[in-house]
């Protein structure tokens, strides 16, 4: 096949412009087409959530994301690896010839297989949603997820998504897609979801999903993928508990260990150090009783009060909180600084924050210990994956 008849099968070809001029760019030059994506759709918050009981600070904020359709592409045209035109031109036929083959049957691959779709979104966001089937609802465990409605107004589209237990109680109104979701468009965008609303009577959870094309481009006209892989519910919240320890007992000394770290806070210092001079953690305090957290350490050390907490196997639970102090006034006292590490020693991950309160001894005798935190109730997994077009009111 020469090249002027694969350009003229590319042209009759009906695709998204982006992977026909990467076809077209392949034949003229007769050079094996390349390309890359570095961007990813669902740019996530930093793994580490910023949990106040150690003041951390995350990241980025755990209900954005940026997704970017920008391509990155390389061409190494060092002396060692050129080559004439000529030499290029059979295989290039030929890799044209097997893509062009690949392009006749991507709807089918797209829609049917998942890796193939996330390597094609890779290479070009755009072609892989042309490719993709418009699948309003889709179910999986016993669990409905299904676009509700949608408001298109400029670079902007609103879209609530709902997701239901067929089958029983999972679902209620402290689901949590945890950071799960993962939202596809063939633009750059910023994109958030949040949970908006409960149905006790129909067990139904609202999400609402809000997405801005960059650029103050209209954002009618293009189709998106919104998929979720697991969520949490039935969470159980402890709020400003008073916790039963004497602070005049604590003791003053405590064995510690430089740990890397996830997270950091500080009043006095905005730059996160490379390390922490962390306790050396204790075995589970039985006075601290929130189920899902364990107490693992408290001193008073350097003039300053430390507490430290524990979770075990972070990855599949949200549990997290804060702990403050009471004066003899009454005044509320939060904690200086704080920071946060992962130990993974014991075949468990397990997440640790350790809380910094300076204050002075004679102070400290006259607080009371308290906290507030939250605890995830149930972990459900699958797969849900709805594609949509953004349209306005009346369209088709």
């Not at 149905?199 to 960059?214: E, K, M, R, S, Y």
Request: charged share 20%; proline share 4%.
């Amino acid at each position: 096949m020469d090249h002027t008849r694969l350009k003229n099968a590319v042209l009759e070809i009906h695709m998204p412009e982006d992977m026909k001029k990467r076809l077209l760019e392949g034949a003229v030059s007769g050079s094996s087409w390349q390309a890359s994506r570095s961007a990813s759709a669902n740019t996530k918050s930093a793994a580490y959530r910023n949990h106040a009981a150690a003041g951390t600070k995350s990241a980025a904020s755990k209900n954005s994301a940026t997704v970017s359709a920008e391509p990155s592409t390389s061409t190494d045209r060092s002396p060692a690896r050129a080559k004439s035109a000529a030499s290029w031109a059979k295989p290039a036929a030929a890799v044209l010839a097997v893509v062009l083959c690949l392009t006749l049957t991507l709807p089918v691959l797209a829609a049917a297989v998942p890796s193939v779709y996330d390597l094609i979104y890779r290479i070009s966001p755009a072609t892989a949603q042309f490719f993709q089937p418009v699948q309003k609802s889709a179910t999986d465990n016993g669990i409905k997820m299904e676009v509700a409605s949608a408001y298109i107004h400029g670079d902007t589209a609103e879209i609530c998504i709902t997701m239901q237990d067929l089958t029983g109680g999972r679902i209620d109104g402290t689901t949590d897609l945890y950071d799960s979701y993962d939202i596809h468009t063939p633009f750059d965008s910023t994109a958030r979801c949040e949970r908006i609303g409960y149905d006790p009577a129909t067990g139904a959870v609202t999400f609402l999903v809000t997405i801005t094309q960059t650029g103050s481009k209209d954002i009618a006209g293009d189709k998106i993928t919104f998929s979720v892989g697991r969520f949490l519910s039935h969470k159980m919240e402890y709020s400003d508990i008073a916790i039963p320890i004497d602070l005049t007992a604590i003791p003053e000394t405590a064995e510690t260990r430089e740990v890397s770290l996830t997270g950091f806070f500080s009043k006095d210092c905005e730059d996160m150090p490379d390390t922490f001079p962390a306790m050396l953690p204790g075995e589970p305090d039985e006075a601290f009783e929130v189920e899902g957290i364990d107490l693992t350490g408290i001193a008073y050390i350097d003039d300053s009060l430390h507490i430290q907490t524990a979770v075990k196997d972070s990855l599949s639970n949200d549990n997290h909180g804060y702990f403050y102090l009471v004066d003899a006034a009454g005044n509320t006292l939060h904690a200086d600084a704080g920071c946060s590490f992962i130990d993974e020693a014991s075949g468990v991950r397990t997440s640790y924050t350790e809380s910094v309160f300076s204050i002075s001894r004679e102070k400290l005798a006259d607080c009371t210990l308290h906290g507030s935190f939250t605890i995830s109730g149930m972990l459900t997994e699958g797969n849900w994956k709805v594609t949509f077009p953004l349209e306005h009111d009346g369209e088709k």
